[in-house]
């Protein structure tokens, strides 16, 4: 029994020398320094050209006003343009409201899509000639 035991241990050693010779790499530690890493951080949004625009000048007062209430059709907006308009009356002399959405209910939508289509509103509320356009969203 000790002779097969002293057999098998021999065995097993032979294998392992036999690897070592075979693989070197496998028994050297293999340091490797650390290396300073670099990044390129990347915005995926893209780069938007921003024109400067003139804003038109605010008036002073609303007394003797047009003031067109704009809504977009969300759920609510209406009410709210709806208590504007009477705070307007109740505190402003002589000031003139126009709800859009009875003027002009084509431009009652909550999504205009696109540029165009906005610029298409504004042009069927500009036609009422208000001195100031006041909207609600309600989101």
Do not use: Y
């Not at 000790?2 to 050297?28: A, E, G, Y």
């Not at 977009?72 to 402003?92: I, P």
């Amino acid at each position: 029994m000790k002779q097969i035991w002293m057999r098998w241990i021999l065995s097993i050693t032979v294998i392992v020398i036999c690897l070592f010779i075979l693989f070197p790499h496998v028994s050297s530690v293999s340091v490797t320094k650390e290396t300073k890493q670099e990044w390129e951080i990347l915005n995926p949004e893209g780069v938007i050209k921003i024109e400067a625009m003139k804003i038109n000048p605010h008036p002073s007062t609303l007394e003797g006003k047009t003031v067109m209430l704009r809504w977009n059709g969300k759920h609510n907006g209406d009410k709210f343009l709806q208590r504007v308009e009477e705070l307007l009356k109740e505190r402003v002399k002589g000031v003139k409201v126009i709800k859009s959405w009875e003027v002009a209910p084509e431009t009652v939508d909550p999504i205009t899509g696109n540029q165009e289509r906005s610029q298409e509103f504004a042009k069927a509320i500009a036609k009422f000639k208000p001195d100031l356009v006041i909207g609600a969203q309600s989101d």
